[in-house]
């Protein structure tokens, strides 16, 4: 992994770094042989993380808690790293509220707007100046394939999921020529607490049509069989550099993206709409 | 207009009311019949449009002085207008940047998330439950065909329309059973001072190809018939309730879309980035 860590070293920053694939992210830097700046609310579990992506790889990490919510996160996140070269940065930290727009909380949604949206714009341009002052660095965002129509019940997350994804395209042909590679991960059915607990309200019967042409049928049946963290990490990371501005943990997530956008507009929200309303029950949450 | 207004009214909300495509979404809600609030920042400007609105159609319009970077715009907009029934509202106000994302100021990159995603939110909360509550109502999304792709020099502008565009679907989704009418507005290439000026350093040698099957070839000559704001209003105020969640103001603008969707993410990307460079030069500017 020396022309990863060469690169991309070597300090990777990784933003909502404790868990699900933000822990996978920090591992597989600190595998391919770059230490970790890793920001995480919580204080308890960002540390103990942080020990385990130390001790397992021998990489340094440095856990920086952090609210991701902060209008002054520039200001933090400058000084607890300004003695660094992060040649990597990973914007995977996201808050998503579950429920129709005007029964969640505007608080919520505010929160929702300042992580997906305005703390990765302030993050970006703090750590990508110096990226392409050395000609050299790697980006990856973090959206989801459920930015690409609206739906139900993820209205204002959906929203800055599609933000990250036309944000992460304009960097990707913006920087590219600056020898600093971007990817944004369309990410899809990922097994983590939360996903497993909405898998298990599956209306099972409608997902068994894996090989189907419609992609309601094709996105019903990639929820029962979805990726784990460490793979969409490793697919985001291997996509650096490459010739297309975003990326894919599954072939077929690659294919329900471009089968959704390619349909009429009402077909397309009716795809994902429907794809909500494959749960029997949806457990009220908020997931940061 | 008697149903336009039955339906609508009695009054719209246009924020960002005085120029451009705002004046004439003010302008057009107040010929169907419908008062108008109008929200700009600047007072001397908005006050003048707000008489011409009023004295060339006779209704009833208020004038309200408004930054909408602003985090408390929720009361200001609550304190200016409690005391009326808001059956209509229209979202058109943005802060557009130009230059790499690298080279905008990070504050104007911040107030662009505010006005294009954060004010927005806040308030479509507002102003949307008493619509759901009352079982009628229309709500108006401004986005943009730039919002459909990543490019260059749009970075932040462009990741906002798209959350406008995305957000604006999942609204028609989940308020059109409730009796609440919306529709997101792609817009394209619209007459304004910003645009002539931009016109005016077109290569017109690239711009000749309207009835070409390249994506970038149409969108370069749709350059050259900008439509104007009264056309963009008057569409969107017609598409009010209509069976697509997203209309346009001219057919090819709907070609432009659907087409850069269905091509690969890469070709996507350099459409809107050749669409770019087809000027020549281009001014500076920050358009709000």
Same mark, same amino acid.
Not at 58 to 64: F, L, N
Not at 255 to 265: G, K, T, V, Y
């Given at each position: 992994m020396t022309d990863f860590s060469e690169r991309y070293g070597p300090w990777a920053l990784v933003a909502? +770094?404790?868990m699900g694939i933000g822990r996978a992210f920090s591992h597989d830097a600190a595998r391919r042989g770059v230490n970790v700046v890793m920001l995480a609310r919580g204080e308890e @579990?960002? $540390?103990?993380?942080?020990? #385990?992506v130390r001790d397992e790889h021998?990489? #340094? &990490? $440095? %856990?920086?808690v952090a609210d991701l919510t902060d209008p002054e996160i520039g200001s933090v996140v400058a000084a607890a790293t300004d003695d660094l070269d992060i040649g990597l940065f990973v914007y995977n930290a996201t808050i998503a509220m579950h429920g129709r727009f005007l029964d969640v909380a505007l608080d919520d949604q505010l929160a929702s707007v300042a992580v997906n949206c305005a703390t990765p714009i302030t993050l970006l341009n703090m750590l990508g100046r110096p990226m392409v002052e050395r000609s050299r660095g790697?980006?990856? @965002?973090?959206? =989801?394939?459920g930015g690409t129509a609206g739906a139900i019940n993820f209205g204002t997350y959906n929203a800055g999921k599609a933000f990250q994804w036309i944000l992460g395209e304009t960097l990707w042909t913006e920087l590219r020529d600056q020898g600093v590679d971007v990817t944004t991960i369309m990410v899809g059915p990922t097994s983590s607490p939360n996903f497993n607990a909405f898998q298990a309200t599956l209306d099972r019967d409608l997902c068994d $049509? !894996? /090989? =189907?042409d419609v992609p309601l049928d094709r996105a019903r049946a990639r929820l029962l069989y979805p990726s &784990? %963290? #460490?793979e969409v990490a490793a697919a985001a990371y291997d996509a650096l550099g490459s010739d297309s501005p975003v990326c894919f943990s599954h %072939? /077929? /997530?690659d294919?329900?993206? !471009? +089968? =959704?956008? +390619? @349909? %009429? $507009?009402d077909e397309a929200v009716a795809t994902w709409r429907g794809l909500q309303e494959t749960a029997t029950r949806t457990p009220d949450r908020i997931a940061r």
């Open positions: 909502g +770094a404790s @579990l960002l $540390r103990q993380i942080a020990d #385990e021998g990489v #340094e &990490t $440095r %856990p920086v790697g980006i990856v @965002l973090v959206s =989801s394939n $049509r !894996r /090989d =189907s &784990t %963290p #460490e %072939p /077929d /997530d294919w329900i993206f !471009r +089968a =959704s956008l +390619a @349909l %009429p $507009r």
